[in-house]
């Protein structure tokens, strides 16, 4: 696992643990894959119901509160893949 998936997933754990009802996947491009369910973020690659791929830059400003995930999918920064419903979900819970 790389070291940017690896703090992320500890991120994100630290943030949603049983916060949030669905599977997410969120794709860093050129890192790899992080999981996320009520139980938690771990790193893998698996089916979810929505996906959400970034750069790691924007991952990473997202997971600190600088930027607004629903700003950074309006900016083109961030693009999803599946269930909207599941997106704004995680968002609320990101923001």
């Known amino acids: 696992m790389s070291d940017v998936i690896e703090a992320a997933v500890t991120a994100l754990n630290a943030k949603i643990v049983g916060r ?3 599977v997410a ?11 996320l369910d009520g139980d938690g973020a771990r790193a893998g690659d698996e089916e979810a119901d929505v ?6 830059e924007v991952f990473q ?3 600190s509160g600088d930027l607004n995930p629903t700003s950074a999918f309006m ?4 693009s999803v893949d599946g269930d909207m ?3 704004m979900g995680l968002a609320s819970v990101l923001a």
């Open 20 to 22: 949030y009802d669905g």
């Open 75 to 78: 900016q083109g920064k961030l």
């Open 61 to 63: 400003d997202i997971i």
């Open 85 to 87: 419903g599941k997106a």
């Open 51 to 56: 996906t959400l791929t970034a750069d790691p």
């Open 25 to 35: 996947k969120f794709v860093l491009t050129g890192e790899g894959a992080i999981m």
